[in-house]
């Protein structure tokens, strides 16, 4: 198959150096990912007050559901492509392009309407405080109604990266980035358009990303480009697309349902707690970037490898994945309990020891479960590469089904202190359980 500009060799170059060259771009595109979802954070909190943060805190739960699930399908659409790329079978990759765009617009769609209804129930039941719903509901809701938005983004950087090319969607989101962070500013501060200029601004940046991305694929990768003829229906195809896609989106999807769930006993503490949480939060996203990074790399090194069957590469991508996570963790580790107050600080702008206290600590139990964590997000998205689409799913829920747990028994007697140690004691069962399911999956163990 022909060799691409900016793209890496998964299946025929050293595995840990083609591991990481392949990650570089990813992570710096994480990073900046963050960065103009922090802008929101940091320009709000600063500008607007801890009324409008707590805000943004108490939509995030829901935020990062709906961009989660799109995030996930779109990566399960781009598995599959990565495999047919490792296969060497161009026509069954162009379909498999065909199909995720089909099946995309199918789910957007249906996103973007039953958000519509669910939205400010949603809102009512996890039980946002009344000061703030109104204007958690116009952020959320700006941000659901361009869903499509996030979607594109997902699908097209995930495409680039199935067939080795993680470089070019940096370049798109860098540019992207920096706009966000001076359209945050310019509708907040000039046009005084509150909360709703935070969510229009994010919009308007991934559209851009959207339209570089779809730009460069035409005239760069036509590989990647599908005929009239390659988007006719197909039943096989597009019963692998659905499942992979639909279980990748609804595997982040139940985590995030979890997370909901904590937001739930979360929002009950009142909104000084509510604007520490959302503040750590948004910081141990950013921590956890190196660790989703290998995993989202790993995912296309495993897809690859899976449909050119090399399971030598994959069982020492896997190895070598995973020793990468403990390294970066433990320097994550060592920042947080060095500056976790600082930035705390830093992300919200709040003076309130309420504020500084309950963030900086929720970082620094959690913080040295990251070992376990990143483990665990390399077990399931290589899983999910490998075409098993059942087990990850099962995974999900048990941590979902642990998180109601804690919010119903733990939570009512310990307080905040039940939410922060919630999910480092979820990892720990997950990691165990993702690993038998690994090592133990017929195609691997096999070899």
Not at 60 to 78: D, P, R, W, Y
Not at 109 to 125: A, E, N
Not at 213 to 222: L, M
Not at 340 to 363: A, C, F, R, W
Request: aromatic share 12%; charged share 10%.
């Amino acid at each position: 198959m022909k060799k691409f500009n900016f793209s890496v060799d998964l299946i025929n170059d050293n595995i840990l150096k083609s591991l990481l060259i392949f990650s570089i771009p990813i992570l710096v595109s994480n990073i900046f990912q963050q960065l103009y979802n922090m802008a929101d954070i940091a320009i709000v909190g600063h500008t607007l007050g801890d009324n409008s943060l707590a805000a943004i805190g108490a939509s995030a739960a829901i935020f990062e559901l709906i961009f989660g699930f799109a995030l996930g399908i779109g990566n399960g659409l781009s598995m599959v492509t990565a495999r047919n790329y490792g296969a060497n079978n161009k026509n069954l990759l162009k379909k498999s392009v065909a199909g995720s765009i089909v099946i995309g617009i199918w789910i957007t769609v249906g996103v973007m309407i039953l958000s519509r209804f669910i939205l400010m129930p949603l809102l009512k039941i996890l039980h946002t405080p009344e000061n703030i719903i109104n204007e958690a509901f116009e952020y959320i809701n700006i941000i659901t109604m361009f869903i499509g938005v996030t979607f594109s983004y997902n699908l097209s950087s995930g495409l680039l990266r199935a067939i080795g090319n993680s470089f070019m969607s940096l370049v798109f989101l860098v540019i992207a980035s920096i706009l966000n962070i001076f359209l945050d500013i310019y509708f907040i501060t000039s046009l005084k358009m509150g909360i709703g200029g935070a969510a229009i601004a994010t919009v308007i940046a991934q559209a851009i990303s959207v339209i570089l991305s779809i730009i460069y694929i035409y005239v760069k990768e036509p590989i990647l480009i599908p005929r009239k003829k390659h988007f006719r229906f197909d039943k096989k195809l597009y019963k692998e697309l659905l499942g992979q896609g639909l279980s990748m989106g609804f595997m982040i999807a139940i985590v995030l349902m979890g997370t909901l769930i904590l937001q739930y006993a979360i929002n009950g503490f009142g909104y000084l707690i509510i604007a520490g949480h959302t503040s750590a939060r948004k910081l141990m996203g950013f921590c956890n970037i190196p660790l989703t990074t290998i995993a989202l790399a790993l995912a296309t090194f495993v897809s690859q490898n899976k449909g050119a069957n090399k399971v030598d590469r994959i069982q020492k991508g896997v190895f070598y994945a995973n020793m990468m996570d403990i390294i970066f963790a433990i320097g994550i580790i060592i920042f947080v309990y060095l500056f976790s107050k600082n930035m705390i600080h830093l992300m919200s702008g709040s003076e309130s020891e309420i504020v500084l206290h309950n963030g900086s600590t929720y970082l620094k139990i959690a913080s040295p479960f990251f070992t376990i964590l990143g483990i665990l997000f390399n077990l399931r998205y290589a899983l999910q590469a490998l075409g098993e689409k059942l087990i990850p799913l099962v995974s999900s829920v048990i941590e979902f089904l642990g998180k109601i747990i804690f919010v119903i028994f733990v939570v009512p007697k310990l307080g905040y202190f039940g939410v922060m140690i919630c999910e480092p004691l979820i990892w720990i069962v997950m990691v165990g359980q993702l690993g038998i399911a690994f090592y133990g999956n017929g195609y691997v163990k096999n070899y």
